[in-house]
Structure formats: structure tokens, C-alpha cells
Nanobody, 127 residues
Framework: QVQLDESGGGSVQAGGSLRLACLASGATSGYHCLAWFRQTPGKEREAVASFGIHGPLIDYIDSVKSRFTISRDSSKNTLYLQMNNLKPEDSAMYYC????????????????????WGQGTRVTVSS
């Protein structure tokens, strides 16, 4: 089993920044792809950024490219999402997820590809 624990959400004004963190514990050798998803009420959960553990694959959806950066500190088993120039449309519950599979291109990713999930951290961006 893998446990994922997110932190770092909060409320900011448009143009502000937040850094989300996801601490992994347990059987951390069991996953090959990590990702950040987000979800707003009434909408499906969407992958925002993904990070391949065994390769250089990092991918983002177009709406966050150049504003968000996904990274990982393997010594701390922690995944990060640096979010800059936040926009009101970035407001959502953000989830960290881990998959047994290698990362697919992000537009091909779906929540069902991921086995382990954190509890989520809320990001609210006001205009």
C-alpha cells in the first residue's frame, strides 16, 4: 500500500503562487507515475501534470504550461507542484495520485489509471 498526503493548498489572489506538496509513504517502490489531478464540483477529475519515476517524462495540460512546475525530491519521497500566476479557473480540489503503470501522455491519462490517491487539498484563487 502507498499513502499519499497532500499539503500546501490555500486561498490566493489572481497572479499569486502556491506550492503543493505530496508526501508518499508505504510501498513507494510500487508506483511508476505520479500526477496531480484537480476537480471542481460537477466536473470530472482531470490530470494537470504528471511525473514519470523511471524516465524523464514530465507532462502538463496546455492551460498550465509555463505557469505550473511538477518536481520530485526522491530523498524525501515528496512530489511538488509549484503554481505561479494563478488564475480563478485554477480553483479546485487538487489531488496527488500514484500509478503502477508508466506515465501515458497526459491527455491520455484517466483517474482509473491511478491506484493510490491522497485526500486532496483545496486551492482557491480570487479575482
Amino acid at each position: 500500500q502507498v499513502q499519499l498526503d497532500e499539503s500546501g493548498g490555500g486561498s490566493v489572489q489572481a497572479g499569486g503562487s502556491l506550492r503543493l506538496a505530496c508526501l508518499a509513504s508505504g510501498a513507494t517502490s510500487g508506483y511508476h507515475c505520479l500526477a496531480w489531478f484537480r476537480q471542481t464540483p460537477g466536473k470530472e477529475r482531470e490530470a494537470v501534470a504528471s511525473f514519470g519515476i523511471h524516465g524523464p517524462l514530465i507532462d502538463y495540460i496546455d492551460s498550465v504550461k509555463s505557469r505550473f512546475t511538477i518536481s520530485r525530491d526522491s530523498s524525501k519521497n515528496t512530489l511538488y507542484l509549484q503554481m505561479n500566476n494563478l488564475k480563478p479557473e485554477d480553483s479546485a480540489m487538487y489531488y496527488c495520485a500514484a500509478s503502477r503503470f508508466n506515465c501515458y501522455p497526459i491527455l491520455d491519462q484517466a483517474p482509473d489509471d491511478y491506484t493510490w490517491w491522497g485526500q486532496g487539498t483545496r486551492v482557491t484563487v480570487s479575482s
